[in-house]
């Protein structure tokens, strides 16, 4: 049996959300719940990484396809951001 040693693994969370909210709403409040802060703390603004619009687009985009099968990455901050169908994971990056 091999043991492994979690302690070098990036921190991952998983943010659900509905149609309520953007993608890009979502991916903000993805990346506070992963820091557990409030998001209106979070030192940068997601305009710097990514076209806020470019992204709910290509997203969005996708709900109208009989499957969520599209993921789009971006690198946000310290993050690497996943967002597929109606669930946004970062990651830490590992440098």
Known sequence: MTERDDSTLAKSTEYGYDGRISPSVAVVLGI???EQCDPDIL????YE??????????VRGNHRLETN???VKVIVDDYDVS????????TDRTH
Do not use: N, R
């Open 43 to 46: 030192d940068f603004t997601l």
């Open 49 to 58: 990484f990514v076209d806020p619009d470019a992204l709910d687009s290509l």
């Open 32 to 34: 506070a719940e992963h």
């Open 69 to 71: 099968s599209t993921e």
């Open 83 to 90: 967002v597929q169908g109606d669930t946004v994971v970062v």
